[in-house]
């Protein structure tokens, strides 16, 4: 890449910068809670959550103080929840040093609770104007192809390469604009189907002239994902819908769940699940399996919509409006109740 390539990444992304919330803005809050949410999800998904978010949690004060539960209703269906519980100990952390804003010094940012190097760059150039690179996937994909790498970009030496090809970049333009360009461009142009045609980068990208571009980014074999079967049951007791709250470790901790039990059980075996309970079914009904994908696993769940006469006790049976009010319930779980007639 020469100079006259940046210029003109940074004059495409002048002119064709989506008009987004979060570019309306140079508090660091806000870029802060934009560039969480745009961590693990799409632009479009996180514009209504980002505009929900912030009016209802405004500044860093309003998040420290927050009741847990609600917070985790603001991001229900974002996914990665401890994005969020990592935000509200940021907060607290900073509220607990009385300071009211995030600091603008690097270790300082890096050492909060769900800051990493991305978010650290995204704030520091994005927030503050500094020199500092913010290399999150698109603009590794961009990176890789411009340079042909051969190397994984999984790999935080990858990484640390481009970190420092980039800052030496900045020093001529923007950091705002400079990060944000490359993002863009990750985003628009250079994505799985690259328009290479319309690449301002076209010009200094290697992969673009020995036409390899399928060939980038090169990812290590990421590990297999776990599969877990699961047992989920939609216990309904005079139309009220049955949960419990997960435990405060662990994946989707502190969320709502339907109760549910590792491994797919047959009808007999629940039969006998609930003889055991002291359970009595008025009537149990098989629902279609559901399939969830997280990072690290794949929960496979096995549904049944089950009518009961009697309550159960440690369930807490709540009426169907009322769960998709006040409740944080993951997706994988809504997934279960989508399958299920219970939902209207
Ligand atoms: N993805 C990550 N950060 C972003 C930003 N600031 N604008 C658009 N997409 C992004």
């Not at 969480?36 to 632009?43: A, H, S």
């Not at 149990?284 to 696993?297: A, E, R, T």
């Amino acid at each position: 890449m020469k100079k006259k390539d940046i210029e003109a990444l940074i004059l495409w992304y002048e002119t064709n910068k989506r008009d987004l919330p979060w570019r309306h803005t140079k508090d660091p809050y806000k870029i802060w809670i934009s560039e969480t949410m745009l961590q693990q999800t799409k632009v479009d998904t996180v514009i209504p959550y980002y505009e929900r978010f912030l009016k209802e949690i405004p500044d860093l004060k309003a998040l420290a103080n927050i009741d847990e539960d609600r917070l985790l209703k603001l991001w229900e269906g974002l996914g990665y929840y401890s994005r969020a519980r990592n935000l509200q100990k940021t907060a607290q952390i900073l509220q607990s040093q009385n300071q009211n804003t995030l600091p603008i010094d690097k270790l300082a940012l890096q050492s909060l609770p769900g800051i990493g190097p991305y978010t650290v760059g995204a704030i520091l150039s994005i927030a503050y104007g500094l020199r500092e690179p913010a290399i999150d996937g698109n603009v590794l994909r961009v990176l890789s192809r411009v340079y042909e790498e051969k190397e994984s970009i999984l790999k935080p030496k990858v990484r640390a390469k481009y970190d420092s090809i980039l800052q030496k970049w900045m020093k001529d333009f923007s950091p705002s604009s400079f990060t944000q360009s490359f993002i863009e461009l990750g985003a628009l142009i250079c994505t799985k189907t690259p328009q290479c045609k319309e690449c301002p980068l076209n010009q200094a990208c290697k992969a673009y002239k020995h036409q390899t571009i399928d060939e980038y980014p090169v990812k290590k074999e990421t590990k297999e994902k776990r599969i877990l079967h699961k047992t989920v049951f939609l216990f309904e007791y005079k139309k009220k819908i049955g949960i419990t709250k997960r435990e405060n470790k662990g994946i989707l901790a502190n969320l709502y769940e339907f109760p549910n039990i590792e491994n797919s059980l047959n009808e007999e075996e629940i039969n006998k699940l609930f003889q055991n309970k002291g359970i009595y079914a008025k009537k149990i009904i098989k629902l279609q399996p559901v399939k969830h994908v997280f990072s690290h696993q794949i929960w496979i769940l096995h549904g049944y919509q089950v009518l009961l006469d009697n309550p159960i006790p440690n369930v807490t049976f709540v009426e169907k409006k009322e769960l998709k009010k006040e409740y944080s319930l993951p997706v994988a779980f809504q997934k279960v109740w989508q399958s299920s007639v219970l939902k209207d």
